[in-house]
């Protein structure tokens, strides 16, 4: 019998709602389950396109919003190829942010939503999409937000509020004000539901984000 391919699990969320952390977390689990798993973070600072996001974060250096835009969506599209042979071959990805984080920060700063859809129509479709949730005064409180260009309350709120237009029925919400243990569990949860779901349907893999 052919091995079945991997599944894309992708993780969104507003800045300080937990992503990195969780997702560290369910790659862990995933392994210790005998599953194949990968972490992978978009951007991926660490490409040609990655270093010009990274400095344009950094607020090293200035760029117009729409040549930003597709830089991140170029930093996908460049990492297509490996990850589609990396599902083929059986291993489980879990992705720190996707097109949707693309689309929810570039219409928070006042980009047209349809406009910032259209550079990543037709990447690979995900499996399940996980939404860290969390109030804005609860990440506040955790901290503060970082130092990066985007990392203020009121960009953050609308950040999120964009998200909201995007999401689905098949998105997953997560209350990430639990504790990290909480949020864990129920993050596990909800992907051994997605898996119990998905486990005689799962179709071969598809470009067909947004299509
Ligand atoms: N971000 C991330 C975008 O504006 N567009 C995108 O397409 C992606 C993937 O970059 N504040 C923003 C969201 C974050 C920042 O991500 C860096 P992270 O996960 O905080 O390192
Ligand atoms: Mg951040």
């Given at each position: 019998m052919a091995q079945q391919r991997g599944l894309l699990i992708v993780v969104e969320g507003c800045d300080r709602s937990g992503k990195s952390t969780q997702c560290d977390n369910l790659v862990t689990s995933l392994k210790q389950d005998g599953i194949d798993t990968?972490?992978?973070?978009?951007?991926?600072?660490?490409?040609?396109?990655?270093?010009?996001?990274?400095?344009?974060?950094?607020?090293?250096?200035?760029?117009?919003?729409?040549?930003?835009h597709l830089l991140f969506s170029a930093n996908r599209w460049?990492?297509?190829?490996a990850l589609s042979e990396k599902l083929n071959n059986g291993t489980t990805l879990v992705v720190d942010r996707y097109a949707f984080s693309g689309v929810a920060f570039s219409s928070a700063k006042g980009l047209d939503l349809e406009w910032c859809r259209n550079p990543d129509i037709g990447l690979l479709t995900p499996d399940v999409i996980l939404f860290l949730d969390l109030d804005i005064d609860e990440a506040e409180k955790r901290g503060g937000f970082g130092q990066e260009r985007y990392e203020k309350r009121e960009l953050q709120i609308k950040v999120r509020q964009e998200f909201m237009k995007l999401?689905?029925?098949?998105?997953?919400?997560?209350?990430?004000?639990?504790?990290?243990?909480?949020?864990?569990?129920?993050i596990w949860d909800t992907i051994q539901s997605s898996k119990a779901q998905l486990k005689d349907t799962i179709q071969p893999l598809q470009f067909n984000l947004w299509k």
């Open positions: 990968e972490l992978v973070k978009f951007p991926d600072r660490t490409t040609q396109t990655g270093k010009m996001i990274d400095s344009y974060l950094q607020q090293k250096s200035d760029l117009d919003d729409h040549a930003i460049e990492a297509m190829k999401k689905d029925d098949s998105w997953k919400m997560i209350d990430a004000s639990q504790s990290k243990e909480d949020v864990q569990r129920d």
